[in-house]
């Protein structure tokens, strides 16, 4: 079992839509990381959490440590917001452990 | 805004061949990072580097792999004798402190043929 788990793996959506992306962890974490990555590869860290919530523009991001689970949001969705959305945890020490990404498409 | 920069951006060896991908992080940042990114697949831990020392490195990082921060400001991830499933995009990070937030690179793309 992964110790990161994503859902959905793939999200669709209509611009304006608001959308929610899913990350449930098994272990015990000093922070969760959201990052983005854009189809030329490169990555880009959006939040840093390690209790309640966070929110930058359109993004919003949450977590439940006793639940083990954190929520990215966008709202009012556009077709620039298309890319792989990744959940990352520190459980100890200083390295990051990723879950799988989702796909983001968003139509116009 | 500070960036974590990356050179080469595409490189192609030859199986067997040494090569050295080279990072500028960020320069007030004390933690150093490299990960890797199998295509299709989900990115993975290699290495952490600290006070001129490795930190912590995964089951990957294997003689087979070294870092060296040879001047104060370049960090480099060398691979000796690369094999075909050594492609991947590496990706180099930086951070202030051991619990501050990731500026990653733009990547290099490693493809051994």
């Given at each position: 079992k992964n110790e990161v788990e994503q859902s959905p793996q793939n999200l669709t959506a209509q611009e304006g839509e608001f959308i929610t992306i899913n990350c449930s962890y098994s272990v015990g974490i000093s922070a969760l990381h959201?990052?983005?990555?854009?189809?030329?590869?490169?990555?880009?860290?959006?939040?840093?959490?390690?209790?309640?919530?966070?929110?930058?523009?359109?993004?919003?991001?949450?977590?439940?440590?006793?639940?083990?689970?954190?929520?990215?949001h966008i709202t009012a969705s556009h077709p620039r917001d298309s890319a792989v959305y990744i959940c990352a945890v520190r459980s100890g020490g200083s390295r990051l452990t990723f879950g799988e990404g989702t796909q983001l498409t968003v139509n116009p | 805004e500070p960036e974590v920069t990356q050179t080469p951006s595409h490189q192609v060896t030859q199986m067997g061949q040494e090569v050295i991908l080279r990072c500028v992080p960020i320069s007030n940042h004390l933690y150093f990072y490299w990960y890797r990114q199998i295509l299709g697949q989900k990115v993975e831990?290699?290495?952490?580097?600290?006070?001129?020392?490795?930190?912590?490195?995964?089951?990957?990082?294997?003689?087979?792999?070294?870092?060296?921060?040879p001047d104060g400001s370049n960090f480099t991830l060398k691979i000796r004798s690369t094999k075909l499933e050594d492609s991947a995009m590496y990706f180099c990070a930086s951070s202030e402190g051991r619990a501050a937030g990731y500026t990653f690179g733009s990547g290099t793309r490693l493809t051994v043929v």
């Open positions: 959201w990052l983005q990555q854009h189809p030329g590869g490169g990555i880009v860290s959006l939040f840093m959490l390690s209790s309640g919530k966070k929110k930058h523009g359109r993004l919003i991001a949450t977590i439940n440590i006793q639940e083990k689970h954190s929520s990215l | 831990f290699l290495v952490s580097f600290y006070n001129n020392e490795i930190s912590e490195k995964s089951e990957i990082f294997d003689d087979q792999f070294s870092v060296e921060r």
